[in-house]
């Protein structure tokens, strides 16, 4: 399973901006997905999660009423709109990919991690 994000970018706060992340290989293994996101010098932290319906979603407090991951199984991308940027939403953003059925917020729970896409929220 291969997966490969992109999207990220320079905005300034309040302004949106939405990732992509394609999942490719054996697909049908890892029904569940998640975001995840690490700030220089700060460990990596979950953002958002879902279940292979998409039905089944989990957000961070912090990102909370902001950020919605969605997917498209028929493309095998899933996405993740971020709304009301914060300077402190600035890191780089991972996709993740997980055998079992639904989200976890726990990285470790997750056996395959994109390259990551770098977000900055700046004036």
């Known amino acids: 399973v291969q997966l490969q994000a992109s999207g990220g970018g320079l905005v300034q706060p309040g302004d949106s901006l939405r990732l992509s992340c394609v999942v490719s290989g054996r697909t049908f293994s890892t029904p569940a997905v998640a975001w995840s996101r690490q700030a220089p010098g700060k460990e990596r932290d979950f953002v958002a999660g879902a279940s292979y319906s998409g039905y089944s979603t989990k957000y961070a407090d912090s990102v909370k009423d902001r950020f919605t991951i969605s997917r498209d199984n028929a493309k095998s991308t899933v996405f993740l709109q971020m709304n009301s940027l914060k300077p402190e939403d600035t890191a780089k953003y991972y996709c993740?990919?997980?055998?079992?059925?639904?989200?976890?917020?726990?990285?470790?729970?997750?056996?395959?991690w994109g390259q990551g896409t770098l977000v900055t929220v700046s004036s």
């Open positions: 993740a990919a997980t055998r079992a059925n639904f989200a976890s917020r726990e990285g470790s729970d997750y056996q395959y």
